[in-house]
């Protein structure tokens, strides 16, 4: 393995005020953000197994004059829902801002002239008359007949929640602009977690785990009802969400479950005593918080990571019998939908959201499947479930034909 050499340097040495991580990702480069905080990449300085990113990371030369979360040097991958393998990339050139201390970039060594083209301002290309054409990849029918088999395997014990997920596959008739789909995801979902990662582009509301030295925190969603815009309509959707036992089961086995896995790692860890609602653009969702000490030696949040993926949010419980079942019936491969993306540095910290509310690209960017899922219980209804899927589509759909 190629020994890194990177350099870290203060943003104010090579620009006078902000950058928007957006437009320094654009159209090829990385993202990884949420409300302004998180990592834009240009270039690729090497891609690694998740396997080797900590010795990579550990075995770089760094100079770092401000050595702040992530300065030492950062890979931003993901992490594929079957569990196997998943790939992480350094970029040649990152900027960083962090939750506190200054912004920064770190660069190959030697690549100064690549910072500065990486911070040159850029707008997204003109919008332009696009078609479109939407087609479901897993037939409707197929889908429903999915979610009642879970559904069924649910009520005869077998199971105590599976999560079926559809796909939908969106032709357009020129290439989709990667950078103006950035900046439409910002302004809608600011507060979830957005990413760009090898042509896979989302936002993300739920965190998978985050680590911060020794302190871990999760804040798995599960559970959910559309939003209308009307503030009267979507606080009597909430309170019915909050009533609603089908949704509280559903959301109570996800939460026992990351707290049952984290605990072991853990000198204390800490949740909310009722699920939140947490809203987003087009949904709702009920959320709890966790957080936690993490005992010596601390792990790193990668193993964290591989534990938890994927989270009966995206599988079911008992997980290897959910497994078993979404491949038998679901009649699709998944990918990196429902798996998790994020980043890590050299110490062992990182954040990694669940890959949902996301679009895989083609190579042309003319193709762009959007996958959608929910947890299927006892009480489960395929027409409800099919309802709800059209409304977790809408916020890829929205962002990507929106001129």
């Not at 350099?7 to 928007?20: A, I, K, M, Q, S």
């Not at 003109?126 to 037939?139: K, R």
């Not at 889908?143 to 077998?158: F, P």
């Not at 949904?283 to 534990?307: C, D, F, K, W, Y």
Request: hydrophobic share 45%; with cysteine.
């Amino acid at each position: 393995m190629t020994r890194l050499r990177l350099v870290t340097r203060p943003l104010r040495e090579f620009c006078d005020g902000d950058r928007n991580l957006n437009d320094i990702a654009g159209a090829t480069g990385t993202l990884f953000v949420r409300d302004g905080v998180g990592f834009a990449g240009v270039g690729e300085a090497t891609r690694v197994a998740l396997d080797e990113v900590p010795a990579l990371l550990r075995d770089a030369v760094v100079d770092d004059s401000l050595d702040v979360a992530g300065s030492g040097g950062v890979a931003i991958g993901s992490h594929p829902f079957a569990g196997a393998g998943g790939t992480a990339l350094v970029p040649r050139v990152l900027v960083g801002k962090p939750a506190q201390g200054p912004h920064f970039v770190t660069f190959v060594e030697g690549g100064e002239s690549l910072v500065h083209e990486a911070l040159a301002p850029r707008e997204p290309a003109p919008a332009s008359a696009a078609a479109y054409t939407i087609a479901p990849g897993v037939s409707t029918q197929h889908y429903l007949a999915a979610v009642t088999a879970a559904r069924d395997a649910v009520r005869s014990g077998r199971l105590v929640k599976a999560v079926i997920a559809r796909d939908i596959v969106v032709e357009a008739s020129s290439p989709i602009d990667v950078h103006a789909l950035l900046r439409r995801l910002q302004v809608s979902f600011g507060s979830s977690y957005r990413y760009s990662i090898d042509s896979f582009v989302g936002a993300s509301p739920e965190l998978l785990v985050a680590r911060d030295g020794d302190v871990v925190s999760s804040h798995p969603l599960a559970g959910t009802t559309p939003r209308t815009g009307d503030p009267v309509a979507d606080a009597r959707l909430a309170s019915a969400l909050r009533a609603s036992e089908k949704n509280q089961i559903e959301h109570r086995v996800v939460i026992d479950m990351v707290h049952d896995t984290l605990l072991p790692w853990c000198s204390y860890l800490d949740w909310q005593p009722e699920p939140e609602v947490v809203a987003v653009a087009n949904v709702q969702h009920l959320g709890t918080r966790i957080e936690g000490r993490l005992s010596q030696p601390v792990p790193h949040v990668l193993n964290l990571v591989r534990a938890l993926s994927p989270t009966p949010a995206l599988g079911g419980f008992p997980r290897d019998e959910a497994l078993r079942l979404i491949a038998e019936n679901e009649g699709l491969d998944r990918g990196r939908y429902g798996g998790a993306v994020g980043w890590c540095d050299r110490s062992g910290n990182g954040a990694w959201a669940v890959a949902i509310r996301c679009a895989e690209l083609s190579p042309d960017r003319r193709r762009a499947r959007l996958f959608a899922g929910g947890g299927i219980v006892a009480e489960s209804d395929p027409l409800a479930e099919l309802a709800e899927t059209q409304a977790k589509f809408q916020a890829m759909l929205a962002a990507i034909v929106r001129p």
